[in-house]
T-cell receptor
Framework: DQQVKQNSPSLSVQEGRISILNCDYTNSMFDYFLWYKKYPAEGPTFLISISSIKDKNEDGRFTVFLNKSAKHLSLHIVPSQPGDSAVYFCAALFGANSKLTFGKGITLSVRP | KAGVTQTPRYLIKTRGQQVTLSCSPISGHRSVSWYQQTPGQGLQFLFEYFSETQRNKGNFPGRFSGRQFSNSRSEMNVSTLELGDSALYLC?????????????FGPGTRLTVT
């Protein structure tokens, strides 16, 4: 049972444009949602998180939007840079003492 | 401030042996989680420790165990190694601050079982 879904396996955008990475979830009890960036053979790098009581959180070029009624969240990267090319994972957490449930990831390619 | 550190970074072991991996969390973080990452299964949760107590556990056999010390440093042990245990083992430390939750990963320990 995949509770966190990233249905698009890849995304390609032009440098300077906006990248929108989507994530859906099925468990309405999730309390926090996190986004990670990952390069091959490395650990995930934490980017940004959002509490289920909020609908938006912003940190520099990264903004996460949460739509609880649709059980959907998205990560916006503006402007996209070639160094943003990596695999991005959405993850969700139930309570603050629980495990992260990860999506399968989406590969972002930013073209110069 | 320093991030999550893991030692060693690489290990090669033989089937049947045991291995101990170490993790030092970010200063001030009291929660440490361990994950196994493989190409086929992705990131899978092993267990989580908080204040020296295991408070969450994933679906791994009892050969996988861990502990946390009073300084929040954590160790993970795998006994009777199998070929399928070859993976990148990641440690993460986390904190809850108000309505914000953050979990940071270390660089991982690459374990190869031959």
């Amino acid at each position: 049972d995949q509770q966190v879904k990233q249905n698009s396996p890849s995304l390609s955008v032009q440098e300077g444009r906006i990248s929108i990475l989507n994530c859906d979830y099925t468990n309405s009890m999730f309390d926090y949602f996190l986004w990670y960036k990952k390069y091959p053979a490395e650990g995930p790098t934490f980017l940004i998180s959002i509490s289920s009581i909020k609908d938006k959180n912003e940190d520099g070029r990264f903004t996460v939007f949460l739509n609880k009624s649709a059980k959907h969240l998205s990560l916006h990267i503006v402007p996209s840079q070639p160094g943003d090319s990596a695999v991005y994972f959405c993850a969700a957490l139930f309570g603050a003492n629980s495990k992260l449930t990860f999506g399968k990831g989406i590969t972002l390619s930013v073209r110069p | 401030k320093a991030g999550v550190t893991q030692t060693p970074r690489y290990l090669i072991k033989t089937r049947g042996q045991q291995v101990t991996l170490s993790c030092s969390p970010i200063s001030g973080h009291r929660s440490v989680s361990w994950y196994q990452q493989t190409p086929g299964q992705g990131l899978q949760f092993l267990f989580e420790y908080f204040s020296e107590t295991q408070r969450n556990k994933g679906n791994f056999p009892g050969r996988f165990s861990g502990r946390q010390f009073s300084n929040s440093r954590s160790e993970m042990n795998v006994s009777t190694l199998e070929l399928g245990d070859s993976a990148l083992y990641l440690c993460a430390s986390s904190r809850l601050a108000g309505s914000s939750y953050e979990q940071y990963f270390g660089p991982g320990t690459r374990l190869t079982v031959t």
